[in-house]
């Protein structure tokens, strides 16, 4: 079952432009890859949604796409949780940075929708497509970020962006991956449901400057429940007008 929120709304559509991660962010093999971010809006109470999220959690583990590192955002929408089954993971900043999405594509807010580097938009089970879009997304030209964890904090830093890119701002996402849920209730009642990469938390750091530059050290704030070695922090540079993403990189925590 497929929910259609139609919001009214029309924005310009987002284009991404990926940054590649400080040396310690991802394995020495995906090194040289070009990072694309695929941010699947779904929920626990979506019976089309674990499709997506297999797909996704897939494509996240085999790498599969040449040249191109896929950095997962699972963002579990909170408006299925009136329908039977809340959804553990689930959060109202996620349903309105998904309106904020279909403000500019015009398609209104559902799920399973996945959204890559901005951009592109499409029923995030169609394996091909997802392949295909983030394939194509990787070709857009990069900024330049690096991210370094020390402790309970991770210095932030977007060195350059590309020219002609408008004003951003820049957003520091917590993942986990190897999350799972046996839903009782709802459409997927029984089921035990594997998810992609689950963004436990998304934040705001602040705007990029005139010259193109950003640094911030901001202060991971880590649920007792989440497993550390699970964890991956994902800065991503966002125009505020367009929603363009022009930079993103991830580092394990």
Same mark, same amino acid.
């Given at each position: 079952?497929k929910v ?15 940054a ?19 941010e699947?809006?779904?929920? !626990? ?9 297999a ?12 040249g191109v590192?896929v ?13 039977g ?7 109202? @900043?996620?349903t !309105? ?15 399973p929708q996945?959204?890559?580097?901005g951009?592109?938009?499409f ?7 997802? @392949?295909?879009?983030?394939a194509? @997304? ?10 370094a ?9 977007v ?6 890119t @408008? ?8 993942t986990e ?9 709802g ?13 436990r ?12 530059t ?12 989440w497993?550390?070695p699970?964890l ?11 929603h ?10």
């Amino acid at each position: 079952m497929k929910v259609l929120l139609w919001l009214a709304l029309p924005l310009a559509g987002g284009l991404a432009l990926l940054a590649p991660a400080h040396p310690r962010a991802i394995p020495s093999s995906l090194a040289a890859r070009v990072p694309v971010v695929v941010e699947l809006f779904t929920s !626990e109470g979506c019976s089309s949604c674990p499709a997506a999220d297999a797909a996704l959690r897939e494509l996240e583990a085999a790498q599969s796409v040449p040249g191109v590192e896929v950095i997962a955002l699972g963002e579990h929408v909170d408006y299925w949780n009136r329908l039977g089954w809340k959804d553990g993971f689930s959060s109202a @900043a996620y349903t !309105e940075r998904q309106r904020q999405y279909a403000q500019g594509f015009g398609t209104g807010s559902y799920t399973p929708q996945a959204v890559v580097n901005g951009r592109y938009e499409f029923v995030g089970s169609r394996t091909g497509e997802l @392949a295909q879009t983030v394939a194509k @997304a990787a070709k857009s030209p990069q900024a330049s970020i690096t991210l370094a964890p020390s402790g309970s904090t991770v210095q932030v830093r977007v060195a350059s962006v590309p020219a002609g890119t @408008a004003a951003t701002e820049v957003l520091l996402a917590i993942t986990e991956s190897g999350l799972s849920s046996q839903v009782g209730r709802g459409e997927n009642s029984g089921r035990l449901l594997r998810h992609a990469s689950v963004v436990r938390q998304l934040m705001p750091l602040g705007k990029v400057g005139a010259d193109g530059t950003f640094t911030a050290n901001p202060e991971l704030k880590i649920g007792a429940d989440w497993k550390r070695p699970n964890l991956r922090a994902v800065a991503l540079v966002q125009e505020v007008a367009s929603h363009h993403i022009v930079g993103v990189a991830a580092v394990a925590l």
